[in-house]
């Protein structure tokens, strides 16, 4: 019983120790700057560059997009390597059609995924986005000459 409290001590003193040193840091970095704000100091910048145009700007969501995509069959191979292992071990113990039919049916769902995005132009990089994505030719047309009217 007295190994178990002995451990957790253990684990407590870094986490105290850890804590200590975070708000030493902290407190020791306040005490030390020096604090001049100029209204050069106080001016917006990105990256020492100096803005050019508003911040609110239309953002082409198709990064976003393509950055999900890629999230989504990453996580596939990540999940993809262990479970063939683990089916060489359910092999091994003569389960194997229990891991087979998860694997199909976990690559089946990828699969329906990746042929919705195909289907809907979600992976093509130059394209309609938005609202456009879906509409029929005679619809774009239609939005397209409402468009131009708008900006004459």
């Given at each position: 019983?007295?190994?178990?409290?002995?451990?957790?001590?253990a684990v407590l003193?870094?986490?105290?120790?850890?804590?200590?040193?975070?708000?030493?840091?902290?407190?020791?970095?306040?005490?030390?700057?020096?604090?001049?704000?100029?209204?050069?100091?106080?001016?917006?910048?990105?990256?020492?560059?100096?803005?050019?145009?508003?911040?609110?700007?239309?953002?082409?969501?198709?990064?976003?997009?393509?950055?999900?995509?890629?999230?989504?069959?990453?996580?596939?191979?990540?999940?993809?390597?262990?479970?063939?292992?683990?089916?060489?071990?359910?092999?091994?113990?003569?389960?194997?059609?229990?891991?087979?039919?998860?694997?199909?049916?976990?690559?089946?769902?990828?699969?329906?995924?990746?042929?919705?995005?195909?289907?809907?132009?979600?992976?093509?990089?130059?394209?309609?986005?938005?609202?456009?994505?879906?509409?029929?030719?005679?619809?774009?047309?239609?939005?397209?000459?409402?468009?131009?009217?708008?900006?004459?």
């Amino acid at each position: 019983m007295s190994d178990m409290y002995f451990e957790f001590a253990a684990v407590l003193i870094f986490m105290l120790l850890g804590t200590l040193f975070l708000i030493g840091g902290l407190v020791f970095g306040w005490l030390v700057r020096q604090s001049k704000p100029t209204p050069e100091k106080n001016t917006i910048y990105e990256c020492g560059e100096p803005t050019i145009g508003p911040a609110w700007i239309r953002y082409n969501s198709r990064f976003y997009t393509v950055a999900l995509v890629y999230l989504l069959f990453d996580v596939e191979v990540v999940i993809l390597v262990p479970a063939a292992l683990v089916f060489r071990e359910m092999a091994g113990a003569g389960v194997a059609w229990s891991a087979l039919a998860g694997l199909l049916v976990f690559l089946l769902v990828l699969a329906l995924g990746l042929a919705y995005e195909w289907y809907y132009g979600n992976l093509d990089w130059i394209g309609e986005t938005g609202g456009a994505a879906g509409m029929s030719a005679a619809d774009a047309e239609s939005a397209a000459a409402q468009e131009e009217e708008g900006q004459a």
